[in-house]
């Protein structure tokens, strides 16, 4: 009995065993299958671009594989279609110097400058229009000039490929009689651009034809002041850190005073153009500003000791160097950045931005251009 029992036991499990290596080989199979086809699918959806023929090829070997190349080529179509429909040459894309503005009404006009892309189109011309001439009204060249106070928006199109365009938003502010000195500075914790879903720099914003770039008034070759913006001097902030500046260097043991501060736009222009006709303009241009593009009319300039070369890697100019951004300045045409600032460098011309921009801006190695993301190049 016992015998018998567990010869049927045993051949119970002869059978089993039996079962499961079947299920097992067929479980192989399979697995060698969808690894061969899974391969194949790959290959073929590798090689489309560089080789078409060997495309073919595996296609025609494994028949489940056609779906997925058949879908690259379409992709691929669509775009060459759209680039087809403009004719080599056109214009591609606007972009402005500010999309953002406010003005006052009675008060100066205002200009973005306008970048059409590419570089070397055909036709450049530009088409501008107001969406309420009463706010602000704009000229051909794009001149934009505050009407009554309100809010419109200021479109500039390319000529040659009408959906190609940009816009200004303005606002117009009602009459102001007294010029205040406007806030300065907004001081954030790291350097930042702040850009739209569309693209727009919503961190330049122009009030009064000054460009402020994140709170911070920016005057170099691409942004100029109005010819009416006069201070009268050095700021009062300027001047007070300007006083404790020179009281530490003292202290140090070195001698920091001013050569020449505030100048106001008429002062600039007899300046440039002297310069101009002494060194000619090119000249003139890496190291003095046209009318309207020298921070000296801020009022938060100085040049200290003596504005010359000679006062670069004195023992005040180094002391300046490490100094400066404690009372709110930066070295502006720092060393090797003239492709940045549009200007060589200049040991002695100080700006105040307020000691959190100074120590973010000096200690970060750039020059303003640079740490704020702007250009320095006249139109
Ligand atoms: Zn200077």
Same mark, same amino acid.
């Given at each position: 009995m016992?015998?018998a ?15 499961v ?9 399979l ?36 779906e #997925?190349? @058949?879908?690259? %080529? ?5 775009? *060459?279609?759209?680039? +087809?429909?403009?004719?080599?040459? &056109? =214009?591609t894309?606007?972009t ?12 100066g ?26 706010v602000?009204?704009?000229?051909? #060249?794009? @001149?934009?000039? %505050? ?5 419109? *928006?200021?479109?500039? +199109?390319?000529?040659?490929?009408p &959906? =190609? ?17 406007p806030?300065m ?8 651009t ?7 720099r919503?961190d ?10 994140q ?32 009281v ?16 106001n ?22 190291f003095?500003a046209?009318?309207g593009?020298?921070?000296h ?11 010359g ?24 045409f ?39 993301n702007?250009?320095?190049v006249?139109?």
């Amino acid at each position: 009995m016992r015998v018998a029992k567990s010869r049927r036991r045993r051949s119970k499990q002869a059978e089993q065993l039996l079962s499961v290596l079947i299920l097992l080989a067929i479980l192989a199979v399979l697995i060698a299958g969808i690894i061969l086809i899974a391969e194949r699918l790959l290959e073929g959806s590798k090689s489309p671009p560089a080789e078409p023929m060997t495309v073919m090829e595996t296609q025609t070997e494994t028949v489940i594989s056609t779906e #997925a190349p @058949t879908e690259i %080529p379409i992709t691929t179509e669509a775009p *060459t279609e759209a680039e +087809t429909t403009l004719p080599p040459g &056109s =214009v591609t894309g606007v972009t402005l110097s500010f999309y953002r503005a406010s003005m006052h009404a009675g008060g100066g006009s205002i200009m973005p400058l306008v970048f059409m892309e590419p570089e070397d189109a055909d036709n450049k011309t530009e088409i501008w229009e107001s969406s309420d001439e009463d706010v602000a009204s704009v000229d051909d #060249a794009g @001149t934009i000039t %505050p009407g009554s106070a309100g809010h419109c *928006t200021v479109r500039v +199109t390319s000529a040659d490929n009408p &959906s =190609v365009f940009a816009e200004v938003d303005v606002t117009v502010l009602p009459p102001e009689d007294t010029i205040t000195t406007p806030a300065m500075s907004r001081p954030g914790t790291t350097t930042y651009t702040e850009v739209s879903a569309d693209g727009v720099r919503e961190d330049i914003e122009v009030i009064d034809g000054i460009t402020y770039v994140q709170g911070v008034m920016m005057v170099n070759k691409t942004y100029p002041l109005p010819a009416s913006y006069n201070p009268g001097g050095l700021t009062p902030e300027t001047q007070q850190a300007f006083r404790a500046l020179c009281v530490a260097a003292a202290v140090a043991g070195y001698s920091l005073f001013s050569h020449s501060d505030f100048r106001n736009y008429s002062r600039q222009a007899a300046l440039y153009d002297s310069y101009c006709a002494r060194d000619g303009q090119a000249a003139a241009d890496r190291f003095s500003a046209r009318p309207g593009h020298s921070e000296h009319q801020t009022g938060m300039v100085i040049d200290v000791n003596w504005p010359g070369d000679s006062f670069n890697d004195t023992a005040e100019a180094q002391w300046l160097e490490a100094h400066c951004a404690e009372y709110g300045f930066v070295i502006r045409f720092p060393r090797e950045k003239e492709e940045y600032t549009g200007y060589k460098y200049e040991s002695w011309h100080i700006r105040y931005v307020g000691v959190e921009w100074a120590e973010q801006i000096m200690g970060s190695g750039l020059c303003m251009e640079e740490f704020f993301n702007v250009k320095s190049v006249y139109p």
